[in-house]
């Protein structure tokens, strides 16, 4: 072992891996190839794999930055609630990464858990062009309804504490922070109105998974393998996932596959309804998209307004702030479309 | 008036080097982040030839729509108060028009590669031929 690995951190993590896993795995060696991977500004995700005598665990741990506790993660989850949501999901039957252990404080890690890794793509663009998902692609729509079916299906009081947020709540979230970044969006407006005029009635509300999209589903060539990154759930309208994934952003170029851009809405109301959900009304998905694209339009606001303060400097996020006009444009289409 | 090269024109020397000179040599999120500078450059070099006429098209429209004068940010705002206390909805003579035309513009400028608004320029072609 050199001097320059053991100033590493990775070496660091490695040893405390190591120590936190005896609670989990038989007759632990080792710990090794640890590696950061990349995405997540609210919470780190690293790769490692795990030796006992007789087998190679591929494992991911996914904790607070740095390896803080309490860590402020806004409308996050905490993450040891995160793993419990997985587990919750893996009873009901949609695919997750199985959770190996829950962090505690004596394990020097700060917040988080460790996850199995489970072997797929996350990144939309190869999902959506290449061969190798070329015959799960077709299948990716349906499949996103039924999980969306199940996990809309968790017993309300298996649920730990999570935030009560139906429509009228995150309206008003999002309208607040529109409001104080003191720029005038006169499409954003339109939404808003929209959104206020067509309120649905808080009449089924359940565990929402909150960022249900590409990016945040792992996918093999025989379709979805995990729905990852649990960190947004909260309860509320269960079409809000259903609208989220429609979100035009989430296309990644292919506008003509509302869902994902892998496939269309009525493949995934089929599948939703087929796993036990009740009938989809399309107008209510409809409203859910709405807000959805709203939202990430306000939330690409929200970047710009971190870049202003001189919390994070880099030219992503001051540039980011210029793609609010996408989510515009997505917006005129849902509530003025053809008119030009 | 500034000497030349035109801002457009110094913006377009930073970004080319960049592109040409800067990013060959680097790696991993050093080299994603001067993709998105030389991205963020391109902007800037659009709106500079854009933005002048648009901004005052934008502006003749809203000082029409609303009937008032005044800065371009505050005819925004008002129409934003509008829009927001149901004195302007789609059926409002011009309003659809007026956002549509804007949002095309921000996006001529901000990234006319986007898939909507390639598909928007294509239904307006149609409709022109």
């Given at each position: 072992?050199?001097?320059?690995?053991?100033?590493?951190?990775?070496?660091?993590?490695?040893?405390?891996?190591?120590?936190?896993?005896?609670?989990?795995?038989?007759?632990?060696?080792?710990?090794?190839?640890?590696?950061?991977?990349?995405?997540?500004?609210?919470?780190?995700?690293?790769?490692?794999?795990?030796?006992?005598?007789?087998?190679?665990?591929?494992?991911?741990?996914?904790?607070?930055?740095?390896?803080?506790t309490n860590t402020k993660r806004d409308t996050a989850v905490p993450l040891a609630t995160e793993a419990h949501l997985i587990q919750l999901a893996q009873k009901q039957?949609?695919?997750?990464?199985?959770?190996?252990?829950?962090?505690?404080?004596?394990?020097?890690?700060?917040?988080?858990?460790?996850?199995?890794?489970?072997?797929?793509?996350?990144?939309?663009?190869?999902?959506?062009?290449?061969?190798?998902?070329?015959?799960?692609?077709?299948?990716?729509?349906?499949?996103?309804?039924?999980?969306?079916?199940?996990?809309?299906?968790?017993?309300?009081?298996?649920?730990?504490?999570?935030?009560?947020?139906?429509?009228?709540?995150?309206?008003?979230?999002?309208?607040?922070?529109?409001?104080?970044?003191?720029?005038?969006?006169?499409?954003?407006?339109?939404?808003?109105?929209?959104?206020?005029?067509?309120?649905?009635?808080?009449?089924?509300?359940?565990?929402?998974?909150?960022?249900?999209?590409?990016?945040?589903?792992?996918?093999?060539?025989?379709?979805?393998?995990?729905?990852?990154?649990?960190?947004?759930?909260?309860?509320?309208?269960?079409?809000?996932?259903?609208?989220?994934?429609?979100?035009?952003?989430?296309?990644?170029?292919?506008?003509?596959?509302?869902?994902?851009?892998?496939?269309?809405?009525?493949?995934?109301?089929?599948?939703?309804?087929?796993?036990?959900?009740?009938?989809?009304?399309?107008?209510?998905?409809k409203y859910w998209e709405v807000l959805g694209t709203l939202k990430w339009g306000v939330m690409c606001l929200i970047m710009v307004q971190a870049f202003s303060s001189?919390?994070?400097?880099?030219?992503?996020?001051?540039?980011?702030?210029?793609?609010?006009?996408?989510?515009?444009?997505?917006?005129?289409?849902?509530?003025?479309?053809?008119?030009? | 008036?500034?000497?030349?090269?035109?801002?457009?024109?110094?913006?377009?020397?930073?970004?080319?080097?960049?592109?040409?000179?800067?990013?060959?040599?680097?790696?991993?999120?050093?080299?994603?982040?001067?993709?998105?500078?030389?991205?963020?450059?391109?902007?800037?070099?659009?709106?500079?030839?854009?933005?002048?006429?648009?901004?005052?098209?934008?502006?003749?429209?809203?000082?029409?729509?609303?009937?008032?004068?005044?800065?371009?940010?505050?005819?925004?705002?008002?129409?934003?108060?509008?829009?927001?206390?149901?004195?302007?909805?789609?059926?409002?003579?011009?309003?659809?028009?007026?956002?549509?035309?804007?949002?095309?513009?921000?996006?001529?400028?901000?990234?006319?590669?986007?898939?909507?608004?390639?598909?928007?320029?294509?239904?307006?072609?149609?409709?022109?031929?």
């Open positions: 072992m050199s001097a320059a690995e053991n100033n590493d951190p990775k070496h660091d993590i490695a040893l405390a891996l190591r120590e936190a896993l005896g609670r989990a795995l038989a007759n632990i060696d080792l710990v090794r190839n640890v590696r950061r991977l990349s995405g997540g500004a609210s919470q780190e995700t690293w790769a490692f794999d795990a030796v006992t005598d007789h087998h190679v665990h591929p494992l991911i741990l996914r904790r607070a930055p740095g390896g803080h039957g949609v695919p997750v990464p199985p959770v190996t252990l829950v962090l505690d404080e004596t394990d020097g890690l700060g917040d988080g858990f460790i996850m199995e890794r489970i072997e797929g793509e996350t990144i939309a663009r190869k999902i959506l062009r290449d061969e190798a998902y070329a015959e799960a692609r077709p299948r990716l729509a349906r499949q996103c309804g039924e999980m969306l079916a199940r996990i809309h299906d968790v017993p309300l009081d298996k649920l730990p504490d999570l935030q009560r947020s139906p429509a009228r709540a995150e309206i008003d979230k999002y309208r607040d922070i529109y409001k104080s970044t003191n720029h005038p969006h006169p499409v954003f407006e339109l939404a808003f109105r929209y959104l206020e005029d067509n309120l649905p009635a808080d009449d089924r509300l359940t565990l929402v998974h909150g960022d249900f999209r590409n990016g945040n589903l792992m996918v093999g060539p025989d379709g979805v393998r995990a729905v990852l990154d649990w960190e947004l759930a909260h309860i509320g309208d269960p079409m809000e996932d259903l609208g989220w994934i429609c979100v035009n952003s989430w296309r990644f170029g292919e506008i003509d596959n509302p869902v994902g851009g892998f496939g269309s809405r009525e493949d995934m109301f089929a599948g939703y309804e087929a796993a036990g959900g009740p009938s989809v009304d399309p107008e209510r998905v001189g919390m994070d400097r880099s030219v992503e996020r001051a540039a980011i702030g210029r793609r609010a006009s996408e989510t515009e444009i997505d917006l005129l289409n849902l509530l003025a479309p053809r008119h030009i | 008036m500034q000497d030349q090269p035109a801002a457009k024109d110094l913006v377009l020397a930073v970004r080319e080097f960049l592109e040409n000179v800067a990013m060959p040599k680097l790696e991993g999120h050093d080299a994603f982040h001067a993709r998105v500078a030389a991205n963020a450059l391109a902007i800037v070099e659009r709106e500079l030839v854009i933005g002048p006429d648009s901004n005052a098209e934008e502006a003749a429209r809203l000082r029409s729509l609303l009937g008032e004068d005044g800065s371009l940010h505050d005819l925004n705002v008002k129409l934003c108060d509008a829009i927001s206390e149901g004195r302007m909805t789609l059926d409002t003579q011009g309003l659809a028009d007026h956002l549509w035309l804007t949002t095309l513009t921000k996006l001529a400028i901000d990234q006319p590669r986007y898939a909507a608004y390639r598909r928007a320029k294509d239904t307006i072609a149609e409709l022109d031929a």
